[in-house]
C-alpha cells in the first residue's frame, strides 16, 4: 500500500508554529527557515516573520533566524521590492536594540545598502562615544561600504586620538581611498615605532594612491637592515611589480638585495629572487 503524501504546511500553520514558545527553539527556527518565500509574497508573513525580529522579550536565536528569513527573502529582488520599506523600517529598530550581536548585524546589512540613516550615526557615534551603538574599529569597517568626506573626515579624528590600536588600523585602511592622505600614509610607513601591520596597509595604499611615494620609500626600507622582515618582504615586492625601471644610482640597492637572497630569512630571500629576476639577475 503506498504511503501518504505529507501535506506541506500552510504559512498560517508555520506562522503559528514559529509564534509558539512552547515549542523547543530548534522547532520555532526550523519552521522560520521555511519561511523565505512566503515572506515575499504573503504580508501577514512578512509582518509575523518582523515582529519576531523586533521582539525584544523573544529568544535570541530565533530572532537571529527572523533575520537570516528576512534577509534570505531580500535577495529576491523583484518579489520583495514591496516589502523593502517594512524590512528597512525594522532593520533601523534592531540597530538601536540592547542585544549587540543583533544590532551589529543590523548595522552591517543597512550599511552595505548604503542606507543613509545608518551612515549619519556611524559617523554620530565616532565623534561621540556616548552615543555609539557599535565599537568604533567596526564602525569604522562598515563606513567603507560607502566612503565619503564625512567617513574621511571622521577617520582622520580617529587616526590622529584613536581610542585603541584596532580603530587607529581601521581608520587607516578607510583612509586607503582617500587621496588625501598620502602624507599620513608616507609619515606612518617611515615609523619603525608602528606595528607592521600598520606599516603594511600605508604601503598598500601608497600602492593604490601614489606609486611613485611608495617606490622611494620602498628602497629606503629595504636598505635599512634594522628594519623588519616583513616589511622588507612588502617592500620588495612592491619594488618588482612597480612599473618603472631601476635607474643607474640603485646599484646599491641592488647589491643589498644580492646579499638578502642568501642571508635574509626565507619570506625575504624568496621575495629578492623575484626581484633580482625581474632586473635581470638570474644567479
Same mark, same amino acid.
Given at each position: ?55 525584544? !522579550? =523573544?529568544?535570541?536565536?530565533? @530572532? *537571529?533566524? /527572523?533575520?537570516?528569513? $528576512?534577509? %534570505?527573502?531580500?535577495?529576491?529582488? &523583484? ?17 538601536? !536594540? =540592547?542585544?549587540?550581536?543583533? @544590532? *551589529?548585524? /543590523?548595522?552591517?546589512? $543597512?550599511? %552595505?545598502?548604503?542606507?543613509?540613516? &545608518? ?165
Amino acid at each position: 500500500m503506498a504511503k501518504k503524501t505529507k501535506t506541506p504546511r500552510t504559512t498560517k500553520q508555520v506562522l503559528a508554529l514559529v509564534k509558539d514558545r512552547k515549542k523547543t527553539v530548534n522547532d520555532r527556527i526550523q519552521a522560520l527557515s521555511e519561511m523565505s518565500i512566503a515572506v515575499c509574497d504573503k504580508k501577514s508573513a512578512l509582518e509575523g516573520v518582523i515582529n519576531i525580529l523586533t521582539d525584544v !522579550d =523573544e529568544e535570541f536565536e530565533v @530572532r *537571529e533566524e /527572523a533575520l537570516r528569513t $528576512l534577509q %534570505a527573502a531580500s535577495f529576491s529582488v &523583484v518579489r520583495f521590492e514591496s516589502s523593502r520599506p517594512a524590512y528597512v523600517a525594522a532593520l533601523r529598530k534592531v540597530a538601536k !536594540d =540592547e542585544n549587540e550581536a543583533l @544590532r *551589529e548585524q /543590523a548595522f552591517e546589512i $543597512l550599511a %552595505a545598502q548604503q542606507d543613509g540613516q &545608518v551612515q549619519r550615526n556611524l559617523i554620530k557615534g565616532l565623534k561621540d562615544p556616548n552615543k555609539a551603538k557599535i565599537a568604533p574599529e567596526r564602525a569604522l569597517q562598515l563606513l567603507a561600504y560607502d566612503s565619503h568626506a564625512d567617513a574621511y573626515d571622521v577617520a582622520r579624528h580617529i587616526f590622529d586620538d584613536p581610542p585603541s590600536k584596532e580603530a587607529k588600523r581601521e581608520a587607516l585602511r578607510l583612509l586607503s581611498s582617500d587621496s588625501k592622505a598620502v602624507k599620513i600614509f608616507s609619515k606612518v610607513l617611515r615609523d619603525k615605532a608602528e606595528s607592521t601591520e600598520v606599516r603594511q596597509i600605508c604601503a598598500a595604499a601608497l600602492h593604490s594612491l601614489e606609486p611613485k611615494t611608495l617606490y622611494r620609500q620602498a628602497k629606503q626600507i629595504v636598505l635599512d637592515k634594522t628594519d623588519s622582515d616583513n616589511l622588507h618582504a612588502t617592500c620588495l615586492s612592491a619594488l618588482t611589480y612597480f612599473n618603472e625601471k631601476l635607474s643607474d644610482k640603485d646599484g646599491k640597492l641592488v647589491d643589498h638585495v644580492r646579499e638578502l637572497k642568501t642571508k635574509a630569512s626565507s619570506k625575504v630571500k624568496k621575495r629578492a629572487s623575484a626581484f633580482l629576476k625581474r632586473f635581470g639577475d638570474n644567479d
